[in-house]
Each structure stands twice: as C-alpha cells, then as structure tokens.
C-alpha cells in the first residue's frame, strides 16, 4: 500500500500534540504580527505585504504535515475527469491519487460538491502523478499560494493596501492556503470581479461559483442592484451544477459522513439541533442587531451566519475576511478578524481525537466567545482593533499550554478492562460486554498491515434511546478507530496502545429504524494502512 506523500493529522491521539504546538505557537505569533500590520498598515508597501506573505506560505509549505485532507480528495476528483469517470458520481478506482485519498480520508473521499471549474483544474493537474505522487501535490499547493498572492495584490488596487493587508496577512488565511484549500481559487476570481463592469464582472462572478457554490451569495448580493446580470448570473451558476444534482438525484443525496457539529448550537444538548440552531439566531440577533449602525449591517449578519454554520473550519477565513476588510473601522469587522483567527481552534479535535464530542464546549466556547464579546464589547467602544486581534493570540497561546500539558477528557467508557489489556491481545470476558466478535484476518492483507482483533459491545440488541458500550482491541500500529452507523461516524477513543474504548447515548429513533444494523469499524495507523470489520447489531 502507497504511503502519503505528506501525513495528514487526524485522529492521532497523543501523537498530534507536537505538531499542534508547532501549528498553534506559529499561528498566535503570526497573529500578534497581524494585529501591527494592521495598525501600521497606511506606513506599510504593497510589495513589503506581497513579500511578507510569500515568506510565510513558504514555511507553510515546508510544515512536514498536513490537518486537513482535502487536498488529496481534490486531486481525485482530477483524475476520476482525466479517467473517463463522473467526477460528482460514486467513487471509482482511477489511479495512484484515488489510492492516496482513500488512504487520507480512512475511506472514499466525499462525494464533489465543487463546480466544474474547480473540476478542470483539478484535472490539469493530477497527469503528474506519472512522475511522483507528491509532485500534483505541491504543484496544487504552490498555485493555491500564487492565486491568493495574486488575489491580495487585486484587493489592495480595489480596496487598497489596509484591506490587502486584512485579507493576505492573517496567519489562519496564509495556512489554510498552503494546505491547498481550493477557497483561495475561488477568492481570486471573486477579487477580479469585484474589480471589472459589465459582462466582464458576470462572467468571473459565474467562474467562482462554478469553483465553489459559496460565490454565489456575493455574485447575487453584488449585482443587486443590476437585476438582469443577478438573474443571469444565478442561471449560468445553476446550470453549472447540473451535473451534480443529476448525479445526487440518482443516488438520493450527498451520503458523506456525517461529522460532529461544533457551533453554539452544539452546547444546547437537550434541545435538536436545527430547534438550537433557531434559537442562537434569535438570541444573536436580538443581542447584535439593535444596537448595530446601518453601515455594518452586512458585516453582522456575516458575523451571526459564521456562528451558525455548524463547522467552521479555518479555511472558511477566506469566506469572511473581505467582509471585514469592506467593512473595517466597525465593531463588526473586528469581530470577524477574530473569528478568522481564532478559527484554527477547529482543528484540534479533528486532529487528536476525530469526531469527538469530548472536547465539543472547549472548543465552542475558544472558537466563538472572542470573537462576540469584541462585537460587544466594540459596540461601547472600548476596543480597538489592535487590541481585538491580539485577543485571539492571547487565546490561542493559552490554548497551546492547555493542548501540550493535557488530553480530551473520553466519554463515559468501561475503563477497568481496557486498562488492564495487553496491546495487541484479546481482552478478558467482561460482564459489561454481553457481545464480543474475533473478526477473522483479510485473506489478502500485506505483511504488517494493523489487524482488527476483537470488537466488544455491551449487548448484540441496543436499546432507542440507551446507551451503547464499545471496546475494540487492535494490533499496538493502530492509531485512531472509528465506528460508522446509522448515517454517523463516531472516533473511539484510545485507552491504551491497541486498546480503543468508548461510548454514546443512542438518540430516540422512529419505529421504522427499529431493525438490524452492521456497524462498520474502521482501524488506521499514522501511515494511513487500514484495516476494516463489522459486527451486525440490533435496534429495539
């Protein structure tokens, strides 16, 4: 089995901390350094701010590790095109970059919900996979830091050299880009747009909807005003996501796993989460809206939506940066610098644990909490921007000896029976586990490949709602396990080297769920080998 070009961190447990550290000590230096440019932007050059973030792409670019593995689902999604196969279909086995992503991802990577343009991009660049792996890799990475290098220096002509220093100098921005995330080409046919009239405007407007569907906000809410290119622009950008809604009409939708949402929703457990959803609205807006000045209206409503979106991921600084640098001088556009910033917070359970609810109020309350309280606080001006900014490298500083000195606190697990097992060994019959399952060795696995030995759950039939118990021995190579069911993707939680245990509440499901289930585990190690078993269950 290949190797990845460069590891993806994810679900590495006790392993993820030092590259973490590295990650978070960079990023809260970077930002203290972003809070001065900012200050000191009307002294600074546009070449100065061009150079200073060519450096830090390129230190971003030599990081031996990647958080995210997106990257290795877009090269895919190139070469199923290249292939022959529908890139926005099921996944099909196309070559050495399909491989790379399995391996990356723990499975197929999701389904493409990108547009076409995105998609012909991709494609010209997966071919050099026939000369190495790594190099569609760096080739992607390296053209997604020259397209925001470019974008930048477009923003400052439009917008000048503050608002390029806003957008191209965030220390969040500048990584993400350098993990390849396709946000900075979309980013650069947007700033292009912003900067042409006419039929030249809609046409770049429908390039960046057509790289990625989020575009299409700005596109409409920019030519408001042209009502003919607004409705042109939303056919041609409908249109370019045919294909994808033919293939998601044939397979009945997007069957991604689903992941674990971190927002402040997430903190109102006892209530469903669309009804939490609700309620955050409301009491943002009621908190936000009256006492907002008419001209950061658009800055708030940006502010409020970011806080809803149930992952903020830290490439999506991309998505509101420009807003604050459109809107700069308001309360509201400081929040949103440091809600960009302070974003980076999102990648630590992802990293150490998975999915995890574990670490869910932590991270809420790190990734929204700074940037609200300088909304309010900005609202009885006793702030200041500078001061705003270096707030989240306060934040993420404190993070970084909180993430070093301790692990995620596990969900409720049997402990005495994993804590006395031996790695790689069968554990002993245990009366909390009524159900225990010896998946027998893949007839065709490579010598040395991780081995599922031995699944245990507290009963073959679980009960809606009550709790379901897991105990998955494995050999001690294993890093990271997950369990799929029931349309959720879950991380076990390492207890000891070969030992992952864990447990969840099983919500109230309607009659019709009530039947028989297989629970797919999945096991990986730090180089990306996997190995896969299931147990059938029962739902009562």
Not at 80 to 106: K, Q, V
Not at 171 to 190: K, Q, R, T, Y
Not at 348 to 354: F, L
């Amino acid at each position: 089995m290949p190797h990845l070009p460069v590891p993806v961190v994810d679900a590495w447990g006790r392993a993820a901390s030092a590259p973490l550290a590295v990650l978070l000590i960079a990023i809260a230096l970077g930002a203290l350094v972003y809070a001065v440019a900012i200050a000191s932007a009307a002294r600074l050059r546009l070449r100065f701010v061009l150079a200073a973030m060519a450096c830090a792409l390129l230190v971003a670019l030599a990081m031996p590790v990647l958080f995210s593995a997106d990257v290795y689902a877009y090269l895919a999604y190139g070469e199923r095109l290249i292939a022959g196969c529908d890139p926005w279909g099921a996944a099909c086995r196309s070559g050495p970059l399909a491989e790379l992503a399995r391996i990356a991802w723990h499975h197929d990577p999701p389904r493409l919900v990108y547009g076409p343009i995105f998609v012909v991009a991709a494609a010209l660049v997966a071919p050099l996979a026939a000369v190495s792996p790594g190099l569609p890799l760096l080739v992607w990475r390296i053209g997604m830091a020259l397209a925001f290098i470019i974008a930048v220096a477009r923003i400052a002509r439009i917008d000048g050299l503050r608002a390029a220093v806003i957008v191209g100098m965030n220390p969040v921005a500048l990584w993400a880009v350098a993990e390849g995330h396709n946000d900075a080409l979309m980013l650069l046919a947007i700033a292009f747009a912003l900067g042409s009239s006419g039929v030249r405007s809609g046409l770049l407007w429908v390039v960046a909807v057509a790289i990625k569907g989020i575009a299409l906000v700005p596109a409409v809410t920019t030519s408001r005003r042209n009502l003919r290119v607004a409705i042109v622009i939303l056919i041609a950008s409908i249109a370019s996501y045919v294909p994808l809604a033919i293939d998601l009409a044939h397979a009945g939708g997007i069957t991604a796993p689903t992941t674990v949402p971190y927002d402040l929703a997430s903190t109102l457990g006892w209530l469903p989460h669309p009804i939490a959803q609700a309620v955050v609205a409301l009491l943002l807006a009621a908190s936000l809206l009256p006492s907002c000045p008419r001209n950061e209206r658009l800055a708030t409503f940006v502010l409020i939506a970011w806080c809803l979106l149930p992952n903020a991921y830290p490439w999506y600084a991309l998505w509101i940066l420009p807003i604050a640098a459109r809107f700069w001088g308001t309360s509201s556009a400081s929040a949103l610098i440091v809600a960009a910033t302070c974003s980076i917070v999102r990648i630590i359970p992802d990293a150490t644990i998975g999915n995890d609810p574990a670490l869910r109020s932590t991270i809420v309350l790190m990734q929204f909490l700074p940037p609200l309280a300088t909304a309010a606080v900005g609202r009885l001006q006793m702030i200041r921007a500078k001061q705003a900014t270096s707030l989240a490298a306060i934040v993420l500083v404190a993070l970084v000896a909180s993430c070093t000195k301790s692990e995620p606190t596990p969900s409720p697990a049997p402990q005495s029976s994993a804590a006395t097992a031996q790695a790689g060994q069968p554990t002993a019959p245990n009366p909390q586990f009524g159900y225990v399952v010896a998946p027998p060795a893949e007839p065709n696995a490579a010598a040395g490949s991780p081995r599922i030995l031995e699944i245990a759950l507290n009963a073959q039939t679980l009960v809606s709602p009550g709790p379901v118990l897991v105990r998955v021995t494995t050999t001690p190579d294993v890093v990271s396990v997950i369990a799929r069911a029931l349309g959720r993707e879950i991380t076990i939680q390492q207890a000891s080297p070969g030992i992952f245990s864990g447990g969840e509440t099983i919500p109230r499901v309607p009659a019709f769920m009530r039947r028989s289930y297989d629970i797919e585990i999945v096991a990986a190690t730090a180089a990306g080998k996997t190995a896969k078993a299931s147990v059938a269950v029962t739902l009562r």
